[in-house]
């Protein structure tokens, strides 16, 4: 509780509204004892009066004498009363049938849920004045139809709760023990429900006031000559032009109540939703942000694409997490690369970086450059990236349910590929998207076009994905785990695709996975990264035949092999060390059987005869 | 498409029924002897027994409510006593103007806010986004009635650009300049709140889908970032801000009553108030029952469009 009241008032604008509504709920508590005017006195000579035009009517008086003051905080009063009251008899009747519709089900439910449904076909004033016309106007009807009209709100809320709370054990339980349904209700489900309701008033009490103010400012409500905010408006309206300062006084109260009321409302919600507290719910930008602090040395062109200590870091609140720590890869034309490493290794923030595609925020570029053909893209601009995304570099992902558009038919998302970049008619595009499925043997490519995603299989989606990626002729492609969602023989055609496609087209790939298999299939080289950085290069062969580093050998180690007979799986003991906080030396230390006292200190570099390479002060084998 | 449509028509049957019996449940609470109620001071004892017999007061509830509602279908909504014309003619003619002023008003709202929050939501944290914020804040608190007044005081009164009140100029308006004239100033101040609560809705929406993996694949693909926004996140965004503008025209409908009050517009929500206060209680019944009904068609027309929007939703 006091967690969450000190996340409340971290929040300037919650306390804001905290102190407001204090004050003013302070005020009209101690009203009765303020030296006032009595509200309801009336002194025509006195009509009108501005405010501090007059000693004793601080903000004047309205068009029969009256002081503005008092009447403002006696109106208060009545009319946060009155919303309050509502609040409770809504809340009390709204949840009592809630909790019933909840906990009995079956017929009971269905009957209540339909009227409240009905009730909820109305809009409100139309329910509310149809009650205050046959009750007759007056403050107690208008509350009345105002509590019956939120009524509906609370029953629906509350029965949604009831009705996970009835399925649980304890209320069977309960029933077991032969306790009658009125005491389970109360003894059980009761204090269940109780935080709800609580939270429900507090939002629509707000509202409440505002409509039973409403109510008597058309003058269905409070009656002359008491007065509630509203109809001190309604009164003052006759004068609005006159008088501005007679409407104008209770009008600014009932927004400051609102208002702070909704502040204190938004901070309340804001404290109890867990995604605000972690900073996640920011949106990523266009492109992610590059903040290096220094320039970028300069080196010779190795690829196509050339990585060069590239770091990319995830900046949340005070915590910096070295996602990737200095990262030199390249991949030329014709070739593929293999990244394989553990989840959280930092192999997709690589790959996502290439074209500024990590959420930013809270992904930051820090440092390093990405060079197409030896080009810098990280210096360019949104603008030229833009240019080059899908044109030059395009991208497979993981799930293609989640990556591909939703609400999108097939044929729109790949014409949108091609139309981003080249001015090609409507017509054209849809010819050149057909060739695109015939490219990735797509069965009934003309049938599929007119498809939406969520109407084909897992890997016609992931075919639909690598067209979408062949859609410009791109001449670097980056598969981040493109097969990991798929079954077995479907990512066996689809690896065969890429590698067919590599081939035909001379396409450079960059293909990341965790799988050692797949890296055997179709990468030229491989490259194992852990923690961030790269531990380990090669040829693939030569790196799967004589692993250098012990985490390359234990990470193959790992792998099942089919027709090897049963031995034991080496897992790797303890779990990769959080980038937030990142060991002196080699990360991999704390888990590897080798290490020494020199592994944990310093600074150790990627060396070895190219094209191997090895980031070990003790390797299995020389490279 | 168009069984869908014939199917949530169908399904409305019930919920206009259900409305017409609380309506009918609602007037049968009026305590004493409704006719006494309804005359007031005029309550002869010639005058109770004729509205008894035009009510059908004698006559035994369910019977009553039937009598009623088959009356209604027929398009015989009673006579209303303060006006002395056919109850239905009056609704009409002032349902048209609610029309008018609510209809531009919810335009507004739905244009308004989603742009706001989409601009909000593509700009987070920048100046755009902390300045819709703020407005956002200040309109959802205001009461309309109040910014209603303030609008007249600022706009016709100090500045006299705008007309004060009604919908036409009493001599020599008439056309539609004039129409638009009067209405710019009740048609903001209607829209106000729903504009906010649109526009937070919009924000929260779109920040939510701006996350999602397509967004990162169409930035991937090079899509201009004006289109992924625009196109790619709002079109996902709108599935879950529609049924939001449903429910927003159900608080348009019900503020466009003070607002009609405050510029003495002459719609269908001073005609309820009008009503009630001269105790005209089948003018009443009349104009809620037939403003609710317009308002659940309404919604089917929401649900349509929803299906329409997304592919996902079986049909």
Known sequence: MSAFLKLLFRNRLAAMGAVVLGAILLLVLVTPLLPLPDPNVTDTSQRFLRPFEAAGHLLGTDHLGRDLLA?????????????????????????AIGIVAGYFGRRTDNIIMRGVDMLMAFPYILLALAIVAALGPGLLNALIAVAAVNIPFFARNIRGITVGLAAREFVDAAKLSGKGHLRIILTEVLPNVLPVIVIAMSTTVGWMILETAGLSFLGLGSQPPVADLGSMLGEARAALIT?????????????LIVMSINLLGDG?????????????????????????????????????????????????????????????????????????????????????????????????????????????????GYREMRQRRGENVAYIFQDPLATLHPLYKVEDQLAEAIQSHHRV?????????????????????????????????????????????????????????????????????ILALLDDLRRERGLAIVFITHDFGVVAQLCDRVAV????????????????????????????????????????LAAIPGLPPSVDDLPPGCAFAPRCHKARDACAQGEIPLDGTPPRAVRCLYPEEAV | MGSYILKRLVSAIPVLLGITVIVFLIMAMIPGDPATAILGSYATPENVEKINRDLGLDKPLVQRYFIWLGNMLTGDFGRSFSLNRPVLDEVLERFNATLILAGTSFVLCAVLGVLAGVVSAARQYGLADKLITFVVLIGISVPAFFLGMMMILLFAVNLRWLPVSGMYAIYGGGDLADLLRHLVMPALALAAVATGV??????????????????????????????????????????????????????????????EIVF????????????????????????????????????????????????????
């Open chain 2, 198 to 259: 649109v526009a937070r809705l919009s924000r929260s929406a779109m920040l939510e889908v701006l996350r999602q993996d397509y967004i990162r694949t169409a930035r991937a693909k090079g899509v201009p970032e004006r289109r992924v926004i625009m196109g790619h996140a709002l079109r996902v965004a709108m599935v879950s801000i529609i049924p939001v503008l449903g429910i927003q025209a159900g608080f348009v409908l019900s503020g466009a009553v003070y607002i």
């Open chain 1, 425 to 493: 008619s409507d017509g054209e595009a849809r010819e050149r998207s057909l060739e695109l499925l015939r490219a990735v043997r797509i069965p009934n490519p003309e049938s599929r076009l007119k498809n939406y995603p969520h109407e084909m299989s897992g890997g016609m989606r992931q075919r639909v994905g690598i067209a979408m990626a062949l859609a410009n002729d791109p001449d670097v492609i980056i598969a981040d785990e493109p097969t990991t969602a798929l079954d077995v023989t479907v990512q066996a055609q």
């Open chain 1, 71 to 95: 009447r403002l905080l006696y109106g208060t009063r009545l009319s946060l009363a009155v919303g309050f009251a509502a609040a409770v008899i809504a809340a009390f009747f709204g949840s």
């Open chain 1, 268 to 380: 309340v919600r804001d404290a109890l939703d867990p995604r605000l507290k972690s900073g996640a719910l920011s949106r990523p930008r266009s492109m992610t942000r590059v903040d290096r602090k220094g320039p970028v040395r300069e080196a010779a062109q190795k690829g196509l694409l050339d990585l060069q200590a590239l770091e990319t870091q995830f900046h949340v609140g005070a915590r910096v997490y070295r996602a990737v720590g200095g990262v030199d890869l390249h991949v030329k034309k014709g070739e593929c690369l293999g990244i394989i490493g553990e989840s959280g290794s930092g192999k997709s923030v690589t790959a996502l970086s290439v074209m500024g595609l990590v959420a930013s925020p809270p992904g930051v570029i820090t440092a390093g450059a990405v060079r197409y053909d030896g080009h810098d893209l990280l210096s360019s």
């Open chain 1, 529 to 568: 990264m852990y923690a961030g950085r790269i531990v380990e290069e090669g040829p693939t062969k030569a790196v799967l035949d004589a692993p250098a580093h012990p985490y390359t050998k234990r990470l193959i180690a790992c792998v099942p092999e089919l027709g090897g007979g049963q031995r034991e």
């Open chain 1, 243 to 255: 008088a501005p300062h007679t409407s104008v006084v209770p009008g600014l109260m009932i927004f």
């Open chain 2, 264 to 315: 003495q517009w002459p719609g269908v929500g001073r005609m309820l108030v009008d009503a009630i206060l001269t105790r005209d209680i089948l003018l009443v019944q009349g104009g809620v029952v037939f403003v609710a009904a317009c308002y659940v068609l309404f919604n089917i027309a929401v649900d349509v469009a929803q299906s329409l929007l997304d592919p996902r939703i079986k049909t």
